[in-house]
C-alpha cells in the first residue's frame, strides 16, 4: 500500500514535487508540506533543467510538463568571452525558467490535487513527526535542520570550497549561456551569466576567496557589492545594471550522506546532497530525487523497501554527477592556471572541464567550432588530437598513447622472459606512442615480489633487450620506455595475486628506506639507510641506467611515486628523518634529486628521463597539490623532459577520491603553473577523454594501465573507431585486414524504466 500519511519539510521544487506525485500515484494519501518562507519568497532567481529531467517529468506528470513547457526559455549557444574575445559554441540545449515560476507550477498542482500547503509555518521536528506520520521527506535545503539533528543516522560531510559566489540577476536576457573572465588588480573574477525568461537573466560572480578579501568586498554590503560587480563586468552586462533577491556571498558546500534515511524519515535535493551551480544540477537532482523517490514506493511492496530501492537507484547518479560538479568546481577555482592559453582552447577548456561534454560530443554539437579548436592545436586535417606527435629531447611519439606501467609479476630471478615479450610486444604492435616496462629493479633488494624485474645483472639486460629489439622490429614507430625502481620499505611482500603488500611467509630479504617504518602493521620494518648505504643505492641506479640504454630503451622513467623507496623520501610521512636529508621538502627532495642527476649523467644525451610522482598521499599530513608543484619544478630545472603525475599508495591508511580521470587535475595543475610536459594516469578509459584532456592542454600524454589489459590493441582499435589511418598509427601488416570494426548485431534498446502515467 505504501505511506498514507506524509509530512514534506520544505516547499522547495524537490519537496513540492515529491508531494505532487506521491498524491497522484495514491489520492488516499494525506500530504502536508510545511514551508517557513512566504509563497513568493524565493532565493536566486532561474533554473535550467535537463531534456532528461524533463523527459521524466513528462511520463510522470504530463500536466505539470504542460505548464513548464509554456514557460521555457530555450537556446542553444554557450558564449566565453577572454580577454575581449568571444568564442560561441552552439548546439548545447538549454531550458530555463525562473525559479518563482516553477514554484508558482507545483504550488497550483499540490492544491489541484489536494496537497495541503503550509506557509510560513516552521516545520516541528523530524522526529515529532515520523511518529504520526509513515513517511517524512526532509527536503529543507543544504543547511538541513533535519539532516543536523540525525546526524548520528545520516553521518554527513560537508565541505566548504575556496571560492565566493553572489547570486543575482539583470534586467535583460542573454542570448547564451554566457562564461566571462575579469583579471583586476585584485586577481581573477568569472561571471556565469543565462536568460531565464524573455527579459531577465541570471548573473553569477564569483572568484577566490582571497581575490574576495583583496577587493574589498568582505567590508561592503550587498547594494555596494551588486554595484561594484556590474561596474566590473559592465562589457557583459552591456552598461546595465544588476539586482539582488535576498542574495549574500557565499562559499560552496558540498554535502555527501552516508545514509539518506533513517527509519521512516528521507532526505531528498540539497538535504542529502549537493552539486556546483557551475553544472546547473541542483533543482535538476532535487526533481529527480522525487520522481524517484514516488515511484520506488510506488513499486515496492513496504515503505523500508521503498527507501531502500530509493537510494540505490538514485546514490551512483548522484555520485556521478557529483564527480563532474567537483570537477567543474576546480576547474573555476583554478581558472589562473588557463588565463594564458589562445582564446579558443581556454573556451575548449571550460566547456569540457566536468568531463560531461567531450571532444566527441562536441564535434557532435558545433564541429565547426570543435574542427577550429584542433586547427589551432596544430591538428592535420581528420587527425584526431591523439594522434599529434609529441617530441621529448630527440624522440618523437608519433601519439599521445601510453602504455602505463604495470608489475606483471612474472620474472623469474629479475630476468623477463616469454610472458614479458608476449606481453609487452603485444602492446607495442597495438600501436601506443610510447610503451612502458613494469617498475624494474635496480637490485634484489630493490625487489617488491619475487617476481619483479630486474636490471643488476648483464643476463637481465640481455632479455630486456630481446623485446626492444622485438618492438623495434615488428612495431617501427613505437618507443619502448623502461621505469627504473627500488621497492624501499615495500619490498619482499608476496605476488600481488597472492596477497597484495603481505610479507613473505618465507624467504623474505632486508629492506632499506629513509626512516625505519613499517608500512603497515605487520609488514617488515626496514633499515634507515646511511649516508654511504644512499651512495651505494644511487650507483645502483645508474649501473641501471647503464644496463637499460645498452639494452636499446628508448626512454627512462625514474619512479618516485607510490611509496617506494625514492617516494619513501619525498613524503613526510614515510620521512622522519633529522639529517640533510629530511624535515623540510628541500630536504626531502635531496636524495631522489641526486639519483636523477646521477641517472642523468649516464643516461644518453639525446633520449628524454621522465619521473613518476605521488601528487598527494590522500592522508593527512602528508604530499599534496602544492607539494607535487614543487616537486615537478625541482625534477624540471634538474633536466627532467616530462613528469608523469600518479597518486597515492604511499601509505597504507589513505583515502583517495577515485571517479573518472580522477588524478588528471594534479597533473593539470602542474603542467599549467610550471610549463613542463605531464603525462596524466588515473582512469583513464576511453579515446574521447584522451582527445578531449590533449586538445585541453591539461596534459601532454596519457598513460593507460587497465585498458590495456583489457584489449592489447587498444590504439589500434581507437583509430579504427574514429576512422583514422594516417600516421599517428600504424597497423602491422598481418593485422590490416582487422583495422575496420567489424560489423555487429542489432540491438534494440530498452524501454523506458518508468511511466508514472495514466
Known sequence: MGPLRVAVIGGGPGGLYAAALLKRLDPRRDITVWERNAPDDTFGFGVVLSDETLGGIEHADPVVHAALQAEFVRWDDIDVVHRGTRHTSGGHGFAALGRRRLLEILHERCRQLGVNL????????????????????????????????????????????????????????????????????????????????????????????????????????????????????????????????????????????????????????????????SIGSGTKLAVEDALALAACLQEQPTTAEGLAAYEAERRPVVASTQRAARASLEWFENLGLYLDQPARQFAFNLLTRSRRVTHDNLRLRDPRFTEAVERDF??????????????????????RVVVSPMDMYSAQAGVPGDFHLVHLGARALGGAGLVMTEMVCVSPEGRITPGCGGLYTPEQATAWRRITEFAHTQAPGTAVGVQLGHSGRKGSTKLMWEGIDEPLPEGNWPLVA??????????????????????????????????????????????????????????????H????????????????????????????????????ISATDWADGGTDADDAVEIARAFAAHGADAIDVSTGQVVADEKPAYGRSYQVPFADRIRNETGIPVIS??????????????????????????????????????????????PGVAWPKPYEAGSRPPQTGRLDAPKPRLTLGG
Not at 384 to 397: A, G, I, Q
Request: proline residues 6%.
Open 118 to 277: 503550509r506557509f510560513r509555518s516552521q516545520a516541528p521536528p523530524a522526529a515529532d513527526l515520523a511518529r504520526d506520520h509513515d513517511l517524512v521527506v526532509a527536503a529543507d535545503g543544504v543547511h538541513s535542520a533535519t539532516r543536523e539533528a540525525h546526524a548520528d543516522a545520516f553521518r554527513p560531510r560537508v565541505e566548504e570550497h575556496r571560492c565566493r559566489y553572489i547570486w543575482l540577476a539583470a534586467d535583460f536576457a542573454f542570448d547564451a549561456f554566457r562564461f566571462e573572465t575579469a583579471e583586476t588588480e585584485h586577481g581573477v573574477m568569472q561571471l556565469h551569466g543565462y536568460p531565464y525568461s524573455a527579459s531577465d537573466s541570471t548573473v553569477i560572480v564569483e572568484m577566490r576567496e582571497e581575490v574576495w578579501r583583496a577587493a574589498g568586498f568582505d567590508e561592503i554590503d550587498v547594494r555596494e557589492s551588486v554595484e561594484r560587480c556590474a561596474k566590473i563586468f559592465t562589457d557583459a552586462l552591456g552598461g546595465r545594471g544588476l539586482r539582488s533577491n535576498n542574495s549574500a556571498w557565499t562559499a560552496f558546500r558540498t554535502v555527501v550522506n552516508e545514509k539518506w534515511s533513517h527509519g521512516n524519515v528521507v532526505l531528498v535535493g540539497d538535504a542529502a546532497h549537493t552539486a556546483h551551480f
Open 378 to 399: 596544430g591538428c592535420p586535417p581528420g587527425t584526431p588530437p591523439m594522434f599529434t606527435p609529441l617530441r621529448l629531447r630527440d624522440l618523437t611519439l608519433r601519439n
Open 514 to 575: 629513509a626512516s625505519p617504518l613499517p608500512y603497515k602493521p605487520g609488514s617488515q620494518t626496514p633499515h634507515e639507510l646511511t649516508r654511504d648505504e644512499l651512495a651505494d643505492v644511487r650507483e645502483q641506479f645508474t649501473s641501471a641506467a647503464v644496463r637499460a640504454a645498452d639494452a636499446g630503451f628508448d626512454l627512462l622513467e625514474l619512479h618516485c611515486a607510490h611509496g617506494y623507496l625514492l617516494s619513501g623520501f619525498l613524503s613526510p610521512l614515510s620521512n
Open 577 to 612: 628523518r633529522t639529517d640533510a636529508y629530511g624535515g623540510s621538502l628541500t630536504n626531502r627532495l635531496r636524495f631522489p634529486l641526486e639519483v636523477f642527476d646521477a641517472v642523468r649523467d649516464v643516461w644518453p644525451g639525446d633520449r628524454p628521463m621522465t619521473v613518476r
Open 681 to 726: 594516469v588515473g582512469a583513464i578509459s576511453s579515446w574521447d577523454d584522451v582527445n578531449s584532456l590533449i586538445l585541453a592542454g591539461r596534459t601532454d600524454l596519457c598513460a593507460l594501465a587497465r585498458p590495456h589489459l583489457y584489449d592489447p590493441h587498444w590504439t589500434l582499435h581507437a583509430a579504427a573507431e574514429q576512422g583514422y589511418a594516417g
